[in-house]
């Protein structure tokens, strides 16, 4: 008789573990999984457990905080119904509501993308760059909508489908006073764990804009500025900020 197959939600209660931590064993590839969909994955208990015998591992965690909302699912969030002036996200399986971007917000965000598609062109053409609303599904409970984003040439099968089902190579968020506690930890959290490689912060308070590359699963700061932003990484690049702020 085959043995039924669990989904992340149901395997965590088993184990006594927070959905964060299976999705984090998933994409550590610490646990066998079977891949039902894309970003969709069920798993054999009994496998399950002989895997983190045979690792020697502590199937232990952290108390996690206690959750009074439900968790919210991919499938949950595809029955969302639109609502004009709102962007929905689900980051960790809480669905999260933020109003319309301003024009400031808006201008940033068109003139950097400007900046960004014509460097991506000459250095991988066939590569492209995205903005917000699009999108970009990084696990079965976390779906983001960055502001801009860049697909590598080397990933171009990724666009063949109707959203992005991978990480991305680059993804910059434009912060506000009043978005800025979710696109600096929340965020940040969720694109560190997915492996986007890249993450750059435009402030509109300060009008900086900070880079950040994942090193060691970990995100460290190694470029900022005010006036003219330039990263090791992509050389050649340059952007006079007084160019991107109106």
Same mark, same amino acid.
């Given at each position: 008789?085959?043995?039924?197959?669990?989904?992340?939600?149901?395997?965590?209660?088993? %184990?006594?573990?927070?959905?964060?931590?299976?999705?984090? +064993?998933?994409?550590?590839?610490?646990?066998? +999984?079977?891949?039902? *969909?894309?970003?969709?994955?069920?798993?054999?208990?009994?496998?399950?457990?002989?895997?983190?015998?045979?690792?020697?591992?502590?199937?232990?965690?952290? @108390?996690?905080?206690?959750?009074?909302?439900?968790?919210?699912? +991919? /499938?949950?969030?595809?029955?969302?119904?639109?609502?004009?002036?709102?962007?929905?996200?689900?980051?960790? *399986?809480?669905?999260?509501?933020?109003?319309?971007?301003?024009? %400031?917000? /808006?201008?940033?965000?068109?003139? %950097?993308?400007?900046?960004?598609? $014509?460097?991506?062109?000459?250095?991988?053409?066939?590569?492209?760059?995205? &903005?917000? @609303?699009?999108?970009?599904?990084?696990?079965?409970?976390?779906?983001? /909508?960055?502001?801009?984003? +860049?697909? $590598? *040439?080397?990933?171009?099968?990724?666009?063949?489908?109707?959203?992005?089902?991978?990480?991305?190579?680059?993804?910059?968020?434009?912060?506000? @006073?009043?978005?800025?506690?979710? &696109?600096?930890?929340?965020?940040?959290?969720?694109?560190?764990?997915? *492996?986007?490689?890249?993450?750059?912060?435009?402030?509109?308070?300060?009008?900086?804009?900070?880079?950040?590359?994942?090193?060691?699963?970990?995100?460290?700061?190694? $470029?900022?500025?005010?006036?003219?932003?330039?990263?090791?990484?992509?050389?050649?690049?340059?952007?006079?900020?007084? &160019?991107?702020?109106?």
């Amino acid at each position: 008789m085959e043995r039924q197959l669990l989904t992340a939600q149901e395997l965590a209660a088993k %184990l006594n573990l927070s959905v964060e931590t299976i999705w984090r +064993y998933t994409r550590q590839k610490r646990i066998p +999984y079977v891949e039902v *969909g894309l970003r969709q994955y069920r798993y054999d208990l009994d496998a399950v457990l002989a895997a983190m015998q045979v690792r020697n591992s502590k199937v232990s965690e952290e @108390p996690a905080e206690y959750r009074t909302e439900p968790v919210v699912t +991919y /499938q949950d969030y595809l029955k969302i119904p639109e609502e004009p002036g709102v962007r929905h996200e689900v980051i960790d *399986g809480v669905l999260t509501k933020d109003p319309s971007p301003i024009v %400031l917000h /808006q201008r940033v965000s068109s003139r %950097l993308q400007e900046k960004l598609r $014509a460097y991506f062109k000459s250095v991988d053409p066939e590569g492209e760059v995205f &903005d917000a @609303p699009l999108d970009v599904v990084l696990s079965d409970i976390t779906v983001v /909508q960055p502001d801009l984003f +860049y697909i $590598a *040439g080397k990933d171009k099968s990724a666009l063949e489908q109707d959203y992005i089902f991978i990480a991305p190579k680059l993804v910059v968020e434009i912060i506000s @006073p009043s978005s800025a506690r979710k &696109d600096r930890l929340l965020k940040m959290k969720v694109y560190r764990d997915a *492996g986007v490689e890249h993450y750059w912060l435009v402030d509109l308070e300060s009008r900086i804009i900070e880079a950040y590359v994942l090193r060691n699963s970990n995100y460290v700061r190694i $470029a900022g500025a005010d006036d003219v932003f330039t990263h090791p990484d992509f050389p050649g690049l340059e952007i006079a900020v007084m &160019d991107i702020f109106p």
